[in-house]
């Protein structure tokens, strides 16, 4: 099983930044997947979660209306958009894959740092 991040960087206050997690080892279309952060200093929150087929989404209140989680399960891949990016959004972007009770998977987590 693997859950691999890219996209992460460096980006200014204002900019846009796309997160993906490549998925394999296992039916990712059965899997509810979410993206959490995790700042230094700070516990590891959610920032965004989508069900298995993409019908349902969730938000944390602190990235409602910038950041959008997407899913294409031909490709195996979830997607974070973040628009409008803060400084308080620098943080280890984690990919996080679970099917009921049963199965949890985690990226490595990839970087994002806003900053001027």
């Known amino acids: 099983v693997q859950l691999v991040e890219s996209g992460g960087g460096l980006v200014q206050p204002g900019g846009s930044l796309r997160l993906s997690c490549a998925a394999s080892g296992f039916t990712f279309s059965r899997y509810t997947m979410s993206w959490y952060r995790q700042a230094p200093g700070k516990e590891r929150e959610l920032v965004a979660g989508?069900?298995?087929?993409?019908?349902?989404?969730n938000y944390a209140d602190s990235v409602k209306g910038r950041f959008t989680i997407s899913r294409d399960n031909a490709k195996n891949t979830v997607y974070l958009q973040m628009n409008s990016l803060k400084a308080e959004d620098t943080a280890v972007y984690y990919c996080?894959?679970?099917?009921?009770?049963?199965?949890?998977?985690w990226g490595q987590g990839t970087q994002v740092t806003v900053s001027s």
């Open positions: 996080r894959a679970r099917y009921l009770t049963w199965d949890d998977y």
């Open positions: 989508i069900s298995s087929t993409g019908g349902s989404t």
